[in-house]
């Protein structure tokens, strides 16, 4: 008892120590964030550092900004920001207000802008229309951005947003990783998309969702039965980041896949569609034929469908998005298995005739019969073909609300649902196997600006995928 005791008061004792630290402390410090990140120097003309200049940071689409201002030696800091378009608005007493607005800002990044301030009344505003592309100077991680254009507009074969993964240099797909009907074998390695980060196995991986981590129950890409993942509407954009990321991420050894949903603006936007895939115009396989033996197409349909709104409930500091999507598909797929011929059930085999046991002549009719074309008086097999049925009905939504208390409070929720059923026949086509995948998670975040160094997020997120 007095072991445990004292090691309490030593864990105590250095937590207080290290709170203290972190209260005093006047340089900045990292800490896992799911937004961006902006931070700078703001100077004269001469060089020195402007102490105490206002910093305010506002977000074009939704209007709410964030002010700070500048310490001893001029920095400036504003951590966790909503990916977007910013206008940035420097102030200080015997200044000219100096603004630079179309600030992109990407998730994960951690942009560095600098600006030079010249004497000037305070009536006076210095305007910056075309900013250059903010260099990433501040951290040393290799990543890429997939932005929202690029997310909503490249088309997808099934609308999976990770699929655009490898588009990214260091990035490839394991394409023999992924067979829908591979029963028991692919829940063992999980749904989602099999990739390769900077040669990394795929189970090595981390996918974020705005912040939280929503790998599968194989440590693997999420995914439904069909191996994708849905919501490409909800997504506002995603990094890739491959390689020097830093320990904020952590729980990885190979990359990271940090992905942000959509918020909703002061204007409101909405999108509905339906994509039809099917097998009119498709060539027959080499090995589909019907139970008769005939050549025969196999059947194909899929209808996504779907739909996204989004606006304010209150404007400039209530905001909602929702996304919808649904899949069903019947896809046919060649099947087939030996099965005893006609002969040989009753007892005529190449061999010679035999006497079919009563007790074991039951068993047959589990086989099915092969087609005449298919016997062969050579063989006690023959083979039956058929052409089953995979059937996939999936339904997967996603909601999103962020609300701004005051300019030092905020707080976002999100939350989705992904439910989906997978059923193919067995090689006798007697009896239906598949899996039902549900998905689904919860996201809070709350952010409070202590003061212009100090800034602090608290983030609850539960994330399950049940396989079954």
Same mark, same amino acid.
């Given at each position: 008892?007095?072991?445990?005791?004292?090691?309490?008061?030593?864990?105590?004792?250095?937590?207080?120590?290290?709170?203290?630290?972190?209260?005093?402390?006047?340089?900045?410090?990292?800490?896992? +964030?799911?937004?961006?990140?902006? %931070?700078?120097?703001?100077?004269?003309?001469?060089?020195?550092?402007?102490?105490?200049?206002? +910093?305010?940071?506002?977000?074009?689409?939704?209007?709410?900004?964030?002010?700070?201002?500048?310490?001893?030696?001029?920095?400036?800091?504003?951590?966790?920001?909503?990916?977007?378009?910013?206008?940035?608005?420097?102030?200080?007493?015997?200044?000219?207000?100096?603004?630079?607005?179309?600030?992109?800002?990407?998730?994960?990044?951690?942009?560095?802008?600098?600006?030079?301030?010249?004497?000037?009344?305070?009536?006076?505003?210095?305007?910056?229309?075309?900013?250059?592309?903010?260099?990433?100077?501040?951290?040393?991680?290799?990543?890429?951005? +997939? &932005?929202?254009?690029?997310?909503?507009?490249?088309?997808? *074969?099934?609308?999976?947003?990770?699929?655009?993964?490898?588009?990214?240099?260091?990035?490839?797909?394991?394409?023999?990783?992924?067979?829908?009907?591979?029963?028991?074998?692919?829940?063992?390695?999980?749904?989602?998309?099999?990739?390769?980060?900077?040669?990394?196995?795929?189970?090595?991986?981390?996918?974020?969702?705005?912040?939280? %981590?929503?790998?599968?129950?194989? &440590?693997?890409?999420?995914?439904?039965?069909?191996?994708?993942?849905?919501?490409?509407?909800?997504?506002?954009?995603?990094?890739?980041?491959?390689?020097?990321?830093?320990?904020?991420?952590?729980?990885? =050894?190979?990359?990271?896949? &940090?992905?942000?949903?959509?918020?909703?603006? &002061?204007?409101?936007?909405?999108?509905?569609?339906?994509?039809?895939?099917?097998?009119? @115009?498709?060539?027959?396989?080499?090995?589909?034929?019907?139970?008769?033996?005939?050549?025969?197409?196999?059947?194909?349909?899929? *209808?996504?469908?779907?739909?996204?709104?989004?606006?304010?409930?209150?404007?400039?500091?209530?905001?909602?998005?929702?996304?919808?999507?649904?899949?069903?598909?019947?896809?046919?797929?060649?099947?087939?298995?030996? @099965?005893?011929?006609?002969?040989?059930?009753?007892?005529?085999?190449?061999?010679?005739? +035999?006497?079919?046991?009563?007790?074991?002549?039951?068993?047959?009719?589990?086989?099915?019969?092969?087609?005449? =074309?298919?016997?062969?008086?050579? %063989?006690?097999?023959?083979?039956?073909?058929?052409?089953?049925?995979?059937?996939?009905?999936?339904?997967?939504?996603?909601?999103?609300?962020?609300?701004?208390?005051?300019?030092?409070?905020?707080?976002?929720?999100?939350?989705?649902?992904?439910?989906?059923?997978?059923?193919?026949?067995?090689?006798?086509?007697?009896?239906?196997?598949?899996?039902?995948? *549900?998905?689904?998670?919860?996201?809070?975040?709350?952010?409070?600006?202590?003061?212009?160094?100090?800034?602090? %997020?608290?983030?609850?997120?539960?994330?399950?995928?049940?396989?079954?």
């Amino acid at each position: 008892m007095r072991v445990r005791m004292l090691g309490t008061f030593k864990t105590g004792l250095a937590m207080l120590v290290l709170l203290v630290w972190v209260i005093v402390t006047p340089a900045p410090i990292q800490a896992q +964030v799911s937004g961006a990140s902006l %931070s700078g120097t703001v100077n004269d003309t001469s060089g020195a550092p402007l102490v105490g200049a206002k +910093v305010a940071i506002e977000n074009l689409a939704t209007g709410v900004s964030r002010d700070t201002a500048t310490d001893a030696s001029g920095f400036y800091t504003a951590p966790n920001l909503l990916p977007g378009t910013y206008e940035i608005a420097i102030s200080a007493p015997g200044f000219a207000t100096e603004v630079r607005k179309g600030v992109t800002l990407t998730v994960g990044g951690q942009s560095t802008i600098n600006f030079t301030m010249r004497v000037g009344a305070v009536t006076e505003k210095v305007e910056v229309t075309e900013e250059a592309p903010v260099v990433q100077t501040s951290s040393s991680d290799i990543s890429a951005v +997939v &932005n929202s254009t690029t997310v909503r507009e490249l088309p997808l *074969n099934g609308r999976s947003w990770t699929d655009l993964s490898n588009l990214q240099p260091g990035v490839t797909r394991v394409e023999s990783a992924f067979n829908a009907a591979a029963g028991a074998d692919r829940g063992e390695r999980g749904f989602g998309a099999q990739i390769s980060i900077s040669g990394g196995k795929p189970v090595q991986n981390n996918y974020r969702l705005d912040g939280v %981590s929503v790998v599968d129950f194989a &440590n693997g890409a999420p995914g439904s039965v069909l191996g994708v993942s849905l919501g490409v509407d909800a997504i506002q954009e995603f990094s890739v980041i491959t390689t020097n990321y830093s320990a904020d991420y952590g729980r990885t =050894s190979g990359g990271v896949v &940090n992905a942000i949903t959509r918020s909703g603006t &002061n204007g409101f936007h909405g999108s509905a569609f339906e994509f039809l895939r099917n097998s009119a @115009v498709d060539a027959r396989g080499y090995f589909d034929v019907d139970p008769n033996g005939k050549p025969t197409k196999a059947p194909f349909r899929r *209808n996504q469908f779907g739909g996204s709104a989004g606006g304010p409930i209150v404007k400039d500091h209530t905001f909602i998005f929702g996304d919808y999507e649904g899949i069903r598909q019947a896809k046919g797929v060649a099947a087939g298995v030996q @099965v005893p011929s006609d002969k040989a059930r009753t007892g005529q085999l190449v061999a010679g005739t +035999v006497t079919v046991d009563p007790a074991a002549a039951q068993y047959l009719a589990f086989w099915p019969h092969a087609p005449a =074309s298919a016997q062969d008086p050579t %063989s006690d097999t023959a083979r039956f073909s058929f052409a089953g049925q995979q059937i996939t009905h999936e339904d997967f939504f996603t909601v999103r609300a962020d609300h701004k208390f005051s300019d030092r409070d905020s707080i976002f929720g999100t939350f989705f649902r992904d439910d989906a059923n997978f059923s193919t026949p067995d090689g006798l086509d007697q009896v239906r196997n598949g899996h039902h995948i *549900n998905r689904k998670a919860i996201i809070i975040e709350e952010t409070h600006s202590f003061s212009n160094a100090l800034l602090n %997020s608290v983030r609850f997120g539960y994330s399950v995928v049940g396989a079954f």
